[in-house]
């Protein structure tokens, strides 16, 4: 039970406090009183210094990620705002509500890494009874896809899904498709929004299972007198970036949680839709799945 923010620009290194503004960045990182089990991001950016060869390393790659992740409340953690002014040519952020019970460990938390991709999931995939996927051992899971991903949660069991379908040749969208439609043959009502990242490409899926908010959902945000905020948990919206000219340069994603305006630009993700984006080039379009 999470909140999800991810973007990708046209090539430029661009801060999530420039995305955003600085008010909203600020109401995203407030959203951590409630999503207070932690925190992580990834972002995308070319090296500042380049490595050599030459005292034993190979050369560097033209891009990388950073990437941070603890299980201190976002809204205490002062690396926050470091991240928050670091621009970046694409970025995943993530605050963690923990479900099922599963641990708070650093193992679990979010973006995870893994093949050069970062990945961020808001969800609980459990059965009718409660019964979280990591603790079904008849779930076929590939091992090693699994290992790779450094989890121990159902998001990385989700993950790893999607690595398979990578490993057998499907383009990123397709993989992360064909995953939710896997994992739907035996959870249907689970929630798979989700956001993934590679050197290339940026996709953002809305794919929940119940539209409705859980009332086990409600109950928490009641308890901090805020029980209204999270009548639109499932809901995620995005926003075109524009350049200095005025000219489309990227997109922003966002699960529900602060000020998203129709009249700033923010659209609503159709549910079972994805943005697929290129934070090379900005270009992004809303496909199916």
């Known amino acids: 039970m999470c909140r999800l ?10 801060s999530l406090a420039d995305i955003l503004g600085e008010s909203a960045c600020q109401d995203f990182r407030e959203l951590s009183e409630i999503h207070n089990d932690g925190w992580g991001v990834a972002q995308l950016s070319d090296p500042a210094s380049q490595a050599f060869a030459r005292d034993g ?31 970046a040519r694409g970025a995943l952020w993530h605050l963690r509500l923990a479900s099922s019970n599963l641990p708070l460990i650093l193992e679990n938390q979010q973006p995870f890494f893994a093949n050069g991709l970062s990945f961020i999931h808001n969800g ?36 790893s899904v999607i690595l398979e379908y990578i490993a057998f040749g499907f383009a990123l969208d397709e993989a992360v498709a064909q995953a939710v439609r896997q994992l ?10 989700c956001m993934i ?12 299972g119940r539209e409705v ?29 524009h350049d200095d000219a005025g000219r489309e340069a990227g997109v922003v994603v966002a699960s529900s949680g602060f000020d998203q305006r129709a ?27």
């Open 5 to 14: 923010l991810g973007y990708a620009t046209a090539g430029i290194n661009r």
């Open 57 to 87: 390393g190979a050369p560097a790659p033209e891009t990388g990620t950073k990437l941070y992740k603890s299980t201190v409340v976002a809204r205490r953690d002062p690396l926050f705002t470091e991240f928050a002014a670091d621009p």
């Open 124 to 159: 609980d995939i459990s059965d009718d009874d409660g019964v979280n996927i990591v603790n079904n051992p008849h779930y076929p899971v590939n091992r090693g896809a699994f290992l790779s991903t450094g989890g121990r949660s159902d998001s990385a069991i989700f993950f």
């Open 184 to 193: 739907r043959q035996a959870y249907p009502k689970s929630s798979y929004n």
């Open 197 to 208: 990242q590679s050197e290339d490409q940026f996709i953002a899926l809305c794919a929940a």
């Open 213 to 241: 908010t859980s009332p086990r959902i409600v109950e928490i945000y009641d308890q901090y007198g805020k029980g209204a905020k999270a009548l639109d948990y499932r809901v995620v919206r995005y926003r075109a970036l």
């Open 263 to 289: 009249e700033d630009g923010w659209q609503v993700l159709g549910n079972d839709h994805m943005i697929v984006a290129s934070n090379r080039t900005g270009e992004f379009r809303v496909r199916s799945i």
